[in-house]
């Protein structure tokens, strides 16, 4: 099993539309979560972090984090051409060194 | 304006040959690290350095070589021991402080071989 596990899409919604995208991770002890979008070519950019379980608002996003089921989410509304990335979960284990695990990233596609 | 900088933001290697890349951020972050990304795949961790004169190896550190002897700079050395270095290079900065730990990244180095 991944550490950290998301669905590499892609995932192409209209615009306007809601992006849904989830990702789920192994280690229970994990404690704190990260969004990063990608452009294609260029570096991560961090979207948002959460560490209480619940929902997490900044702008459009949305970050969700349920603990118990260990699945984190982030929700995009009003999804824009300009959203169209690839959008990295990381988690980071509790730890002297907190080391941070990154899944494979979902592609999305908002279409015009 | 604070930030990470990466250099240079395409390299060539050779056969054989040794090449460095550069980072270097002014966040006054204690942590630094150097990812690697591959097509499809997620980033891989390569080292660490939480402060200076000190550094860990990562996941993947073989055929790879740091030194942090600023806190500033953390450059990374591509020897000719890694033999598919082909790839997008990623270096990082955070401040721990709290327990929560947020990295930042570079623009990146996509490395090639001729």
């Known amino acids: 099993q991944k550490e950290v596990e998301q669905n590499s899409g892609p995932l192409s919604v209209p615009e306007g539309a809601i992006a849904s995208l989830n990702c789920t991770y192994s280690?229970?002890?994990?404690?704190?979560f990260f969004w990063y979008r990608q452009y294609s070519g260029k570096s991560p950019e961090l979207i948002m972090s959460?560490?209480?379980?619940g929902d997490k608002e900044d702008g459009r996003f949305t970050a969700q984090l349920n603990k118990a089921s260990q699945y984190v989410s982030l929700l995009i509304r009003d999804s824009q051409p300009s959203d169209s990335a690839t959008y990295l979960c990381?988690?980071?284990?509790?730890?002297?060194?907190?080391?941070?695990?990154f899944g494979t990233g979902t592609k999305l596609q908002v279409i015009p | 304006d604070g930030g990470i900088t990466q250099s240079p933001k395409y390299l060539f290697r050779k056969e054989g040959q040794n090449v460095t890349l550069s980072c270097e951020q002014n966040?006054?972050?204690?942590?630094m690290y150097w990812y690697r990304q591959d097509p499809g795949q997620g980033l891989r961790l390569i080292y660490y350095?939480?402060?200076?004169?000190?550094?860990q190896k990562g996941d993947i550190a073989e055929g790879y070589s740091v030194s942090r002897e600023k806190k500033e700079s953390f450059p990374l050395t591509v020897t000719s021991a890694q033999k598919n270095p082909t790839a997008f290079y990623l270096c990082?900065?955070?401040?721990?402080?709290?327990?929560?730990?947020?990295?930042?990244f570079g623009p990146g180095t996509r490395l090639l071989v001729l």
């Open positions: 990082a900065s955070s401040s721990p402080g709290g327990g929560w730990e947020t990295q930042y």
């Open positions: 280690d229970r002890v994990s404690q704190s």
């Open positions: 959460i560490y209480s379980n």
């Open positions: 990381a988690v980071n284990r509790f730890g002297g060194y907190q080391k941070v695990t």
């Open positions: 966040l006054n972050h204690d942590a």
């Open positions: 350095s939480q402060i200076v004169n000190d550094f």
